[in-house]
């Protein structure tokens, strides 16, 4: 799908979007409750997959327009297949939560999402009896999550550090799971220890280790997902680019990382001279690109795992912002970002290389000239309605495809 945003000036009151990060953790822990309900759901595509996973392991749920109920748990018969789609966050969580139920699971996703594979639970694996096999469309993984001690580099996904954390409570023995520092994206696993106290799971903290008793019972509840600062980010953006957007639905005391935006914003928007640093807040990456671009320029640090999300991202960056003549300079864990030329031409052609936060943070420019981007579909991954939205903030949009 391609897209036209007319330059415009956003105005208007919008909910931020649920946050996609707390909906999977709350929709894996009622699932291993078996029973609960999550309100203020949104369906992106991520989420979608979770549930499909959740599903394929013989978790029954029943869906409504913006909630989900649990129901029940029956093992099936057979090798369970979860189809992750495009979604990092349910493969590494599904993994382990499979492997607790499960001695054979096949593991499928797009191509992008196996090429990035799980190498950090191979390494965690090596001398559990686990497997993984890398065939040609799916990752064949056999043998039983055993209680035990568990090691994970912290400076790999937080996401592989969740899924160990939901999966260890499970088993018929004490567990622990060491995090080599540096640590990376802690808030993610803050995030998921909140949503494991809510269902009166207990992980006792002594860093490195995090200590887990063996078979803990998940207690259902009834949970709400508040709103996203991820994608917030997206639209609080048009309050400095001469907007006024005021975003409703944000948890003030959340434990979300990327609620480091808005500091960021601040700081960029002021000139400030000194590094930003987004190695807790990753995801961030390609809206303060953008961002950065159209007030002083920005120098980004902690940016090295960039290169392994949906895509590249620092480089994409890059080469989209060099269609205006943007400089970007990239290192191994930093980021220069240059300014928007006054001599800017008054139209883009943009590229949105399967990356909804690509897409979003591209759509920025539209504050100061017509955007046209390629692959705009790209947003279902999180933010399905999110070109309706900027309609709603009285912004031109027009689709095609």
């Known amino acids: 799908m391609k897209v036209l945003i007319k330059k415009g000036t956003a105005k208007g009151r919008v909910f931020a979007p649920p946050s996609k990060s707390y909906a999977h953790r709350l929709l894996i822990g009622m699932a291993l409750s078996r029973g609960g309900e999550v309100l203020n759901l949104a369906y992106s595509d991520d989420i979608e997959a979770t549930l499909s996973c959740l599903e394929a392991l013989g978790f029954s749920f029943k869906k409504e327009e913006t909630s989900v109920s649990f129901l029940s748990f029956r093992k ?28 054979k ?48 580099e912290g400076q ?87 907007g006024e957007v005021i975003v409703e639905g944000l948890n003030k005391e959340s434990l979300q990382g990327d609620k480091a935006y808005i500091e960021a914003y601040k700081q960029l928007s002021n000139g400030e001279d000194k590094p930003i640093d987004i190695s807790n807040c990753i995801d961030l990456g390609p809206v303060l690109f953008a961002f950065a671009s159209l007030h002083h320029g920005g120098h980004f640090i902690g940016t090295s795992r960039l290169k392994i999300k949906e895509s590249d991202r620092a480089s994409v960056m890059k080469e989209e ?51 046209n981007i390629a692959g705009a579909e790209a947003v279902a991954k999180s933010f399905p309605d999110y070109f309706e939205v900027l309609e709603r903030l009285h912004l031109e949009v027009k689709k095609d495809g």
């Not at 369970?80 to 382990?96: K, Q």
């Open 156 to 242: 790999e996904s937080s996401q592989y550090i969740s899924g160990m954390l939901f999966a260890l409570p499970l088993l018929d023995g004490n567990s622990e799971l060491e995090i080599i520092p540096p640590f990376n994206s802690r808030n993610y696993v803050d995030m998921t220890l909140a949503s494991l106290e809510e269902h009166e799971v207990k992980i006792e903290r002594s860093s490195p280790l995090y200590k887990i008793n063996s078979e803990q019972k998940y207690r259902a509840k009834t949970s709400y997902v508040e709103g996203d600062y991820s994608n917030a980010a997206f639209l609080d953006a048009w309050n400095y680019l001469g």
């Open 76 to 103: 099936i018969d057979g090798v369970p297949l979860l189809n992750c789609r495009a979604s990092g966050s349910t493969l590494r969580f599904m993994i382990p939560i499979a492997l607790a139920y499960y001695s």
């Open 105 to 152: 699971i096949e593991v499928t996703g797009i191509p992008r999402l196996l090429e990035r594979g799980v190498k950090a639970y191979e390494k965690c694996f090596l001398d559990k009896g686990i497997t993984i096999a890398s065939l040609e469309d799916r990752l064949l993984i056999e043998g039983a999550l055993k209680p035990g001690k568990y090691v994970l």
């Open 321 to 371: 912002l060099g269609k205006l003549n943007i400089p970007m300079e990239i290192s191994e864990d930093s980021v220069k970002v240059g300014v928007l030329p006054l001599n800017h031409p008054e139209e883009a052609h943009f590229e949105g290389h399967n990356d909804h936060r690509i897409v979003m943070a591209l759509s920025l420019f539209a504050s100061v000239l017509d955007v």
